[in-house]
């Protein structure tokens, strides 16, 4: 999953996974541009991203962000 300059690696198993973070490594080498380590993060399990969690079990809604949502006032006027 690759959004702006923030890249995804997602796998069904951790050597797959090791596998595919080599593979993504090669063509960033490759292709001449570098990572700044202390933005990196490896091996997590799941992950907060764009107001979403991904896990394995998939991509859901960030509950902090619906809680946001289900909190905000309801409207009392009506603005013409």
């Not at 300059?5 to 973070?21: E, Q, T």
């Not at 960030?62 to 006032?73: F, G």
């Amino acid at each position: 999953l690759v959004y702006l300059d923030d890249i995804i690696v997602y796998s069904s198993s951790f050597n797959d996974h090791l596998h595919h973070i080599e593979l993504v490594l090669e063509q960033i080498q490759q292709s001449g541009l570098t990572l700044k380590i202390n933005k990196c993060q490896f091996c997590k399990t799941h992950l907060k991203y764009l107001g979403h969690i991904v896990s394995k079990e998939g991509i859901r809604p960030d509950p902090d962000k619906l809680t946001a949502v289900r909190e905000y006032p309801v409207p009392t006027k009506l603005k013409a």
